[in-house]
C-alpha cells in the first residue's frame, strides 16, 4: 500500500512540476499508473489532499537540502552562501508551473506553504545569527529573532514577486544578493566582515 501512495506521489509530482496542478487531473494520474479512481481514492480522498501531501514532501526535501549544505561549513561560508545563492528563492524559481497554479487556484495550500517556509527560515537564522555571535562573527547588540524575521520577510516577498514577475527573475536575484549583502554587513563584527571577504 505505501509503495502505491509512494508511486501516485512521485507521477504526479513530478507532471505537476512541468504542466502544473490545473492540467493535470485524477483521471490523468491514473491513466499514467494504470490504476483506477477507486484504486486512487483508497489514497487521497482528494486532489486537495495529494496537492497538500506533496507540498509537504516538497518543504521537507528543500529544508533537508539546505541543512545538509550547511553541515562542516563555517558561519563565514554560510553566509556567503546565503547571499549568492539564496537557495530557497532559487528553487522556487526552477518550479513555477506547480507554484503558479498553486498560488491562483489553491491559495489556502499556496498561504499555508509560504508560511511553513518562512517559519523555517526564521528558525534556520536564528540558529545561524546565534551561532555566529558566539564566534564573534555578528555584533552581540543585535536582536536576534527580529532580524530573522526581516530577513525572511524579504525572501517571502521575494519569491511572491518571482511568481508574479518571472520575467524578471535575473534581476530579482541581482535585488536579492544586494539586499542581502546590506543586511549582512549592518550585523557583522569587523572580524566577520574580514572573513566574509575571504568568502566572497
Partial sequence: MTDMKEEILKVAA?????????SLSIDDICRLLGMSKKTFYVYFETKEMLVEEILRRQEQSLTDAVTR???????????????????ILKQHMQTPPLLYD?????????????QNLHTWICRFLERLLSKGIEEGFFRADIDVPTTALFIATIHHHMVNAALEHPEQSEDLRRINHQAMDIIMRGVLTQEGMNQLKNNE
Fill in 14 to 22: 513530478e507532471k505537476m512540476q512541468n504542466v502544473g496542478i490545473r
Fill in 102 to 114: 498553486l498560488k491562483k487556484y489553491y491559495p489556502q495550500q499556496f498561504e499555508q506553504h509560504q
Fill in 69 to 87: 549544505s550547511a553541515e562542516g561549513k563555517t558561519i563565514a561560508q554560510l553566509v556567503a552562501n546565503w547571499i549568492r545563492s539564496a537557495p
